[in-house]
């Protein structure tokens, strides 16, 4: 068994965080179950970077207009492409707080072709597929795509996959320890 790599940058504290990143941190780890959100915790050292950030990605996920529960089918995908265990972890339980059942969480690794997908959540993962192994959305998935969701969503769908991707990118090769949850 490989030994889990150590972080490639500690978790910060109230030094490395400042006070408002620190709150932020102390709230969202406690919404997220969790004593430490190691996530928050490194990012947080950006200071002002990182709550820009938490701005953009709190609009795509909970506050964006996509269903939450299609969002973290998104997001289940990305994690899964991108083997990153923290995102995949995290998005697991806010899933089934979502509605997804068990089910359809475990249904996600084996990708939008598995039997069970509605055609609307097919057409959801086979893009979210296309993007992240191809950075593009061919025609056809496209046309599949957008016969269910209008323009607004179909930009928000984009962002909020290249969003999670971009953090599975960051988690890896930062080497962000996986969090222990307390709930």
């Not at 697991?92 to 959540?121: H, M």
């Amino acid at each position: 068994m490989a030994a889990t790599p150590l972080p490639r940058i500690s978790p910060g504290r109230l030094g490395e965080l400042g006070p408002i990143n620190w709150v932020v941190w102390q709230v969202l780890s406690r919404a997220a179950g969790t004593a430490d959100a190691h996530l928050f915790s490194t990012l947080g050292r950006t200071r002002g970077l990182f709550r820009g950030w938490l701005h953009f990605s709190g609009k795509l996920m909970p506050g964006g207009r996509l269903p939450r529960a299609e969002a973290e089918l998104v997001i289940l995908r990305v994690a899964h492409l991108r083997d990153c265990g923290y995102e995949a972890d995290h998005h697991r339980r806010l899933g089934r707080k979502a509605g997804l059942t068990a089910v359809e969480v475990d249904r996600v690794a084996a990708g939008p072709e598995a039997e069970g997908w509605t055609p609307r959540q097919r057409a959801l993962l086979t893009a979210t597929d296309r993007l992240v192994t191809t950075r593009d959305i061919d025609d056809a998935a496209w046309a599949k795509l957008a016969a269910h969701y209008d323009e607004r969503l179909l930009i928000e769908i984009v962002l909020l996959v290249n969003q999670y991707e971009g953090l599975a990118s960051t988690i890896t090769t930062l080497r962000i320890e996986r969090d222990t949850f307390t709930v």
